[in-house]
């Protein structure tokens, strides 16, 4: 079947380890995206990636880093440098229409982050 | 800052009856989603209108776009039980990226 897969789905870490979240999807899929989501909230988008060996900032990039060296993946490194970075991590991807087509998302199932 | 708000943030409702979430948003969009997000799962999305349609239904879903009051409501009719999630709305600006709301929480009582 198609999809994203996420791993792990929860993952703990002492202050001042980096951890590196994964995100693989089948789908064959252009852009990749990672969104963080704090309890009781909407997502933020932290990077996005239209192609391969590309990516962009997104509106809370600080203290993240991300890398695409391969279409079906986008690993989400945080750093020691996020200053609050509990919270549930979602991987998404979608199909490039370019400007003038829509942009539909297909979630992963979230990695949870707890810093303890 | 997030571009669309929805309202009511929670509802709760009892099975059959229908529901009602909107969403309101800054600037020009090309296109606005619905999305759904069961607790603690990833988001799986509803459905698309685009900036130039008024109207649009999905099954139970019916969503409307009013662009000259840069608001959008989702009608989910003879709600479920099942239909207990939190409902988020997306604006695309321009295709290159979604931002959303901070989501309605709705839950449906059996």
């Known amino acids: 079947d198609g999809g994203i897969t996420q791993s792990p789905k929860y993952l703990f870490r002492k202050e001042g380890q980096n951890v590196t979240l994964s995100c693989e999807q089948n789908?064959?899929?252009?852009?990749m995206y990672w969104y963080r989501q704090d309890p009781g909230q909407g997502l933020r988008l932290i990077y996005y990636?239209?192609?391969?060996?590309?990516?962009q900032k997104g509106d809370i990039a600080e203290g993240y880093s991300v890398s695409r060296e391969k279409k079906e993946s986008f690993p989400l490194t945080v750093t020691s440098a996020q200053k609050n970075p509990t919270a549930f991590y979602l991987c998404a991807s979608s199909s490039w229409q370019g400007r003038s087509g829509a942009n539909v998302l297909t979630f992963g199932a979230g990695s949870r982050l707890t810093v303890l | 800052s997030q571009q669309g708000e929805e309202d009511p943030q929670a509802l709760s409702i009892q099975e059959g009856e229908n529901a009602t979430m909107n969403c309101s948003y800054k600037t020009s969009i090309n296109n606005l989603q619905w999305y759904r997000q069961n607790s603690g799962r990833g988001l799986v999305h509803l459905i698309l209108?685009?900036?130039?349609?008024r109207e649009k239904h999905s099954g139970r879903l019916r969503v409307t776009l009013d662009t000259s009051k840069k608001s959008s409501s989702l009608l989910i009719t003879a709600s479920r039980a099942a239909d207990t999630a939190s409902y988020f709305c997306a604006t695309d600006l321009s295709g290159s990226r979604l931002t959303f709301g901070e989501g309605t929480q709705l839950t449906v009582n059996p």
């Open positions: 789908l064959n899929h252009d852009a």
């Open positions: 990636s239209q192609i391969v060996n590309d990516f």
């Open positions: 209108i685009r900036s130039n349609e």
